[in-house]
């Protein structure tokens, strides 16, 4: 049996139409974590086993989101060498009835309940079997209990009861049926006797109930009511005391602003009229000056700034030319001396030509090339022309600026000495500039301090006129005496009180309010209480008497007991007979020991080659560093998660081989391999290759494949 195509539509994450189509060896479906992999896999499932006329909300959310119609499923698988085709259509409303299954097996096509059962007759297999040894799902892998093997063991001794012990044990179910409705009319009988006895019991046992409580209620309301009217009294008295005490803090807190005003006026005036005794003695000469003084005298002072550093460039000017044209006459000088050195050379070879005619060629070429030297000797131009009268004119205007300054300077109190008239940077200049610098930033400062003071009276006197404008002082003095009196007043009665004597707090009132409240919702509480159970003793119905009831409900238990003991004969009878029939198809466990133990020495690379199964068929494998046989389970720390998920998954293998007998189910492998690492990883995949060989193997995982033939691949 294998699966031959699956096509979905608006399946999960499968909006539109689309198909797989699988090989009859290995499949495998390779794809990223939520890439449609286990949608695939619930696909499958799906249409083996879940009924499209499902209105469960499992079914309905496998839909994919905004689908307009529905999820449709159509598998095609060859079973027993026969080709069926199954479709099912879930819609997204009224399932019950617009739902659709066709069946299609050979050469019969059939739809709806008739399909659904001749679809139930080819198949044969439970979803628990198939779920527990064929469907392999990594967070599955470690749920191998034992009750699950129990059960897979228990389904495959009831398949196998022959025909003649099956009409016996249908007849025993016929039997225990017709019993089974002759009891629960019994059991309805004892139960109605049972209400009744129980109703008539409550109400005897309510009425007493209801009573006592009324009693009770009765007995709180009055100490509740006592306490209530002590408590309010004390806190009338408190609330008066606390609108006492608000009155007075709010006289307080208006007269202590008030005094803030006043003392706030009078620091104002006293210090405007020191700002204006300051500005009549300190800066009485400043004040006489007009407001744009200031920048006056930084203009002059820039300009002055600006005519020294022009002085200055023409000083070196002038001694830079000084120097050029000295240097000018000494190269006429020396020109002068080559050419009369010349001359007399050539006076000289005269004479010497006759007596020595080289030492004569010698004085004629020296002769010749010092007259050359003269000759071809050139200045580098032009001499520059003089600075001397630019200087002269800058020193004028720095002498004109100084004096400008110490204008402007004694205008404002400062004296400042006259600088030398030819404008020589001696000391005597460097300290009249430093006496300037001295001068314009004392003025400075003064100046700045002078404005401060005119803004800040400025201000001061704007402050003034703003509290006049709130409030009239004289007024203000006034109601001062006024809160005076009525504090004073406020006082004596707050003192008078034995409450503020005993010093209640705001807090203490408060609790004391809450409390009261607190008291009145009990209350009430305690009233609709009374209200109520007085109602429910009233409504009360006519009991029967409690003991004509229980006669009658021991009859009827009487009357249960035959059907009983009818029925727990046939049970006993069916179960000998099933466990008769059970020992003839021997242990599982005899058949699934050598399937694990073919399956161990692969997936654990020979590491782990021996398991057993013991009478509970739990997994037992030998472990070779402690030399022992020890049980595979999560508690053991000898198993590692990823040897767990191996050992788990070769008793899935096994299980499903010994299972399997001639109808061997598809391998459906959802990442059972997510532990593993690359080697066991590989030998996983070799073994599913052999596996693939004899039964169909679809695998669906997130891991990229080693190098390899690893069958069909579906890449999501």
């Known amino acids: 049996m294998r699966f031959l195509r699956l096509a979905l539509e608006g399946y999960g994450r499968f909006r539109e139409q689309t198909e797989f189509k699988f090989d009859a060896g290995l499949n495998c479906v390779l794809g990223a974590n939520e890439s449609g992999k286990s949608t695939v896999l619930a696909a499958l499932l799906d249409a083996l086993y879940t009924l499209p006329t499902r209105t469960a909300q499992s079914a309905r959310e496998r839909i994919h989101w905004g689908h307009p119609h529905g999820w449709t499923l159509e598998l095609e698988l060859e079973l027993r060498g026969e080709r069926v085709l199954l479709r099912k259509f879930h819609p997204v409303d009224d399932p019950r009835k617009r739902a659709e299954f066709l069946l299609q097996a050979g050469e ?28 392999v799902r990594q967070r599955e892998l470690t749920q191998i209990a034992n009750r699950n093997l129990k059960s897979l063991q228990q389904q495959l001794r009831e398949s196998a009861v022959n025909a003649d012990l099956n009409r016996i044990l249908n007849m025993l179910q016929q039997e225990r049926r ?28 309510r009425r007493r109930e209801l009573r006592d409580v009324l009693y009770k209620i009765e007995a709180e309301t009055a100490t509740l009511s006592s306490q209530i009217e002590r408590d309010e009294q004390l806190l009338q008295r408190g609330r008066a005391l606390a609108d006492q005490q608000n009155r007075l803090e709010r006289l307080r807190r208006e007269a202590d602003a008030n005094q803030r005003h006043l003392d706030q006026l009078e620091q104002l005036e006293r210090r405007a009229r020191e700002l204006e005794s300051e500005l009549e003695t300190r800066f009485s000469t400043l004040s006489l000056l007009p407001s744009d003084f200031k920048e006056q005298l930084d203009a002059a002072y820039l300009r002055y700034q600006d005519a020294a550093r022009r002085l200055h460039l023409l000083s070196d000017q002038a001694r830079r030319e000084r120097g050029v044209q000295q240097q000018a006459r000494g190269r006429a000088q020396a020109r002068l001396g080559f050419a009369v050195m010349g001359v007399a050379l050539l006076i000289a070879c005269v004479p010497l030509w006759s007596v020595a005619p080289v030492l004569g060629g010698v004085a004629l070429a020296l002769g010749l090339t010092a007259l050359g030297v003269a000759l071809l000797w050139r200045g580098r131009g032009d001499a520059q022309t003089p600075a001397e009268p630019s200087l002269q004119q800058a020193q004028r205007e720095a002498q004109a600026h100084w004096q400008t300054l110490s204008t402007l300077l004694q205008a404002a109190g400062y004296t400042l000495e006259t600088p030398i008239q030819n404008g ?7 300290q009249a500039t430093q006496q300037l610098q001295r001068a314009i930033q004392q003025f400075s400062e003064q100046w700045n301090a002078l404005q401060t003071r005119r803004a800040e009276l400025e201000r001061t006197r704007h402050q003034i006129e703003a509290l006049h404008a709130v409030q ?50 009990q209350l009430n509480a305690l009233q609709e209480e009374r209200l109520r159970c007085e109602g429910a003793l009233q409504s009360l119905p006519d009991a029967e008497p409690v003991d004509a009831v229980e006669l009658e409900h021991a009859r009827a238990l009487q009357r249960l ?102 109808l061997r189910l598809p391998l459906l492998l959802d990442d ?31 891991r990229a494949l080693p190098d390899g033939d690893w069958g069909k691949v579906h890449r999501l």
């Not at 006082?491 to 203490?508: F, W």
């Not at 000998?576 to 021997?586: F, I, P, T, V």
């Not at 997510?674 to 995982?701: G, K, S």
């Open 672 to 702: 059972p391999f997510v532990h593993f690492d690359a080697e066991r990883y590989r030998a996983a995949l070799e073994l599913l290759t052999r596996v693939a060989q004899q039964t169909q193997v679809i695998l669906f995982t997130c």
């Open 472 to 521: 009239d002082p004289k007024a203000l003095r006034e109601r001062q005496r006024e809160l005076a009196v009525e504090i004073l007043g406020l006082q004596e009665q707050i003192q008078r009180d034995l409450l503020a004597r005993e010093g209640l707090s705001a807090e203490a009132l408060l609790r004391l309010e809450n409390k009261v409240a607190r008291e009145r919702q």
């Open 108 to 135: 019969e096509t059939l739809s709806g309940d008739a399909a659904r059962a001749r679809w139930e007759q080819l198949w044969r297999i439970p979803q628990e079997v198939y779920l527990a040894t064929a469907c």
């Open 178 to 205: 017709r019993l089974r409705t002759q009891i629960e009319m019994q059991q309805r009988a004892v139960q109605a006797t049972e209400a009744r006895l129980q109703t008539a019991q409550n109400a005897s046992r």
């Open 561 to 662: 007991e035959h059907p009983l003991h009818r029925a727990r004969l046939l049970e006993t009878t069916e179960q000998l007979l099933s466990e008769a029939n059970a020992r003839y198809l021997g242990d599982l466990s005899a058949r699934l020991k050598p399937r694990i133990e073919q399956h161990l020495p692969t997936l654990t690379l020979g590491r782990y080659t021996q398991a057993d199964l013991d009478e509970t068929l739990s997994l037992q494998v030998h472990h070779p560093e402690r030399g022992a046989v020890l049980p595979v389970e999560d508690g053991q720390p000898a198993w590692s998660a990823s040897v767990l998920d191996q050992l788990f998954f070769a008793c899935r293998l096994g299980l499903s081989d010994a299972l399997a007998d001639d």
């Open 424 to 430: 020589a940077t001696g000391e005597y200049g460097v």
